[in-house]
């Protein structure tokens, strides 16, 4: 089989979404969960760009060991110097610098020629080549370029000692097709091709960027350039996990990558939390829905046979297990599998009963809980609400992590807890976690403005995951951090467990 190069760039494409910027200390911790998960090449900012991202760089160089770690340049002198200075201390280190090649960059963003453009790709790859010896060209915008221009260009950098091709589709415009015979044209046209690799870099502007990633993949490319849920600008780039998954699902790509898929939740929602953005429930691989099942019809089958409705099983890509919902359109091989997990044995006649009593409920509900069955057998089951928040204190210091210092009342007991975190936030929601006696995982974390002005009330929505089953907490403050720990403490009360 050949080896598939994993290219993560959520640290610097993924970075440009608005509102996703992280700091030095979590690129670093990105950046060492991409190394675990077993990424090959992390590209971690454009250090031109600001000091920060020159700053991460550096720093990232000095926390990684395994991965290539790689900077982006323009095709400058300058940007390149600043680019080879930001790697110093990287163990192995890439440039990437490129131009536009379409008409539409070449004419209306560079003002330009054709020629000329090729003259100013060489110069760049052989500055690089004074720096590292591993340099990538991107032919930005190669989705709507001319092929034989395309073929020109790349043939020429190749010669100028460029080790990886990047062929972008940088606006999403390409069907699988165009840009799987795109790559083609190059793998026959190109005659010194074979003395570097060709790259895909993908957009989703119409949905298509991994369907274009692996019609690349089937056509010579040998690097996937992609980032974690598929973030990035505008509609996001290639998603890793779908990319990762679809080779792994499909033995006839005859592809293999260096990822430990078992990683990708994990990673999936450091992600998530630390950029702060919400993963659509429906993401495939790492969306909540994506082993979970309500039609009756499914459920039925996922409970005879996993396979009967999966073609991956969830523990290979870190989920516990698959996920059966309890809703008006579940059957009673749901209802029994759910009874049976709270205890209850019942025979067909009983079951029978309850189903019927099942439906009227649920016809008049999203989701059944756990609770909803209990009541159902005819048993009381009241939230507990053990934990009760008293005070917050939050105490932020230059050059120092955020501390929180929390008193609640737990089992109508008073008791003080502090920790420090990445944020007030996280700091906070770590000095709860000291009094749960369980593994709870953070899955969902919203934060809605419900007025406009200076002392707006924001809602906040957790979703929390304990052995596989989800609880919903909630909370409007308009204080967000102590609305944050409010819907923590919200959903914790909803999990049966012990506390510390």
């Known amino acids: 089989m050949d080896r598939l190069f994993i290219f993560d760039t959520t640290l610097r494409d993924g970075e440009q979404v608005p509102g996703c910027q992280l700091n030095t200390t979590e690129k670093i911790e990105v950046a060492k969960a991409l190394e675990e998960l077993g990424v090959d090449i992390i590209e971690a900012g454009f250090p031109i760009s600001s000091p920060g991202d020159f700053n991460s760089i550096i720093e990232i160089s000095k926390a990684v060991q395994n991965p290539v770690i790689c900077a982006l340049t323009r095709a400058v002198e300058k940007d390149i110097e600043v680019a080879a200075q930001s790697l110093k201390y990287a163990k192995r280190k890439r440039i990437h610098t490129g131009i536009g090649v379409s008409h539409y960059h070449i004419k209306h963003k560079l003002n330009s020629s054709p020629e000329k453009i090729i003259e100013r790709a060489i110069a760049a790859v052989k500055y690089a080549k004074n720096f590292v010896d591993d340099v990538e060209f991107y032919a930005e915008d190669a989705g709507r370029a001319d092929n034989d221009y395309l073929a020109k260009i790349i043939e020429e950098v190749i010669k100028a000692g460029a080790t990886v091709l990047n062929i972008p589709d940088t606006t999403g415009y390409c069907l699988p097709h165009q840009y799987g015979e795109k790559i083609n044209h190059l793998v026959q046209r190109v005659p010194n091709i074979d003395k570097a690799i060709i790259a895909t870099h993908c957009h989703n502007d119409l949905g298509l960027a991994t369907a274009n990633s692996l019609a690349g993949i089937m056509n010579g490319a040998r690097q996937v350039e992609v980032t974690m849920n598929g973030i990035g600008e505008r509609a996001g780039n290639t998603s890793l996990e779908e990319v990762v998954m679809a080779i792994k699902c499909h033995s006839d790509i005859n592809m293999h990558t260096n990822i430990n898929t078992k990683a990708i939740y994990k990673t999936s929602r450091l992600v998530s939390s630390l950029m702060n953005m919400p993963i659509q429930a429906n993401k495939a691989i790492v969306g909540r829905n994506a082993f979970s099942h ?17 073609i991956i099983d969830p523990k290979e890509v870190g989920v516990e297990e698959s996920s059966i919902v309890l809703t008006a359109r579940s059957g009673r091989a749901a209802l029994r599998h759910h009874l049976e997990r709270l205890g209850y044995d019942l025979n067909p006649t009983e079951l029978k009963d309850i189903y019927d009593r099942f439906l009227l409920l649920a016809d008049n509900t999203k989701e059944i809980k756990d609770q909803d069955l209990y009541e159902l057998m005819g048993q009381s089951y009241k939230e507990k609400g053990e934990i009760q928040l008293l005070s917050l204190k939050i105490q932020i210091e230059t050059n120092q992590k955020p501390q929180a210092q ?9 008791l003080k807890t502090s920790s420090e975190g990445n944020g007030p936030v996280d700091a906070s929601i770590k000095a709860v976690k000291k009094v749960i006696d369980r593994e709870i995982l953070l899955d969902e974390f919203l934060i809605q403005a419900m007025t406009k002005g200076s002392d707006d009330i924001g809602k906040v929505h957790m979703t929390l995951n304990s052995k596989n089953m989800k609880y919903h907490g909630f909370s409007a403050n308009t204080d967000i951090i102590k609305a944050s720990v409010e819907a923590y403490i919200n959903a914790l009360n909803k999990i049966p467990m012990r506390l510390k």
């Not at 309500?294 to 009967?308: A, F, T, Y």
């Open 294 to 310: 309500s039609s009756g019809i499914h459920q039925d089958g996922v409970l005879k046979n996993r396979e009967n409705y999966e």
């Open 406 to 414: 929390i008193e609640m009342r737990i089992n109508n007991k008073k």
